[in-house]
């Protein structure tokens, strides 16, 4: 469902970039996005991009699309305004010096009837801390996370997770964290012998340490200077949002 014909996206992170492209695939157009982190950020260390090739070409194949389409791609800037009485009517950015402050003069006024905003995920605990399993604040892992062991077993005897609640890293994470979990448990029952599927468990933990290092690249791009957040929301991603106002 399109938020609106034409939409500015901004906020923080890779994933402006997938929901402008499924925007536009959709067949509505966005004119700009506006991205708070600094290009630098975005470029990955060179063994990461190795090990993740695949993940980095489509997301670069994403943004020439954008680009060719005649999407704007804005880095280090932040929106600073949105105005509109009924309806949402102008929005008004401004760039951020690498320190996180806005740079005077810079703003530039956008005027768009719908503005995206998203500056992360945050999975939803509440199952497994109902159910007394330990949780963490890790920033690198995409904020609160269920605590697991390499077996997906959390620190409750018996109960195991599995997916973005372990740490957010895509959809194929999950899959393979489910998978693991899944063998674990069989391990646990006694009907997973020792010594059976040893080859396909250690490819699936070889994976998601791949995983787990894109999701941290990924979970790196949504931190921001702290002296421009207040205190205990630096670094912390926060659940996408989509404020969208229509005439
Ligand atoms: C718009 C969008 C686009 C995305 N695009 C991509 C992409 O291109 N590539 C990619 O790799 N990833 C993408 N993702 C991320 C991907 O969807 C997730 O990584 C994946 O779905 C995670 O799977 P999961 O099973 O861990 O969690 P989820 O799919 O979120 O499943 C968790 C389930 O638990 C349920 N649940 C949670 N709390 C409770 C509760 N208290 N009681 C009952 N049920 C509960 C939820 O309703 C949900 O059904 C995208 C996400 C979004 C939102």
Redesign the pocket.
Known sequence: MLPAKTTLVGGTGLFLI??SA?IQKNGGRVSAVLDETPFCRRVPAPGLLAWNLTKFALGNAMLAWLRLTGTGMHYGTRIIEARGSDNLREVIAARVDPAGAVIPGSETAYRIDCLAVGFGFSA?L??AQLAGCAVAFNAGLGGWVVKVNEDLETTVDGISA????TAI??????LIEGRLAGLSILRRMGLLKSGELTKEISILKQNRKRHMAFGRYFNAQYSFPSNTWPTGSAAYPTM?LFAAARK
Do not use: Q
């Open positions: 997938t929901v499924d939803n509440e199952l599995a997916g973005e609640i890293g895509g959809a194929a994470k999950s996408c």
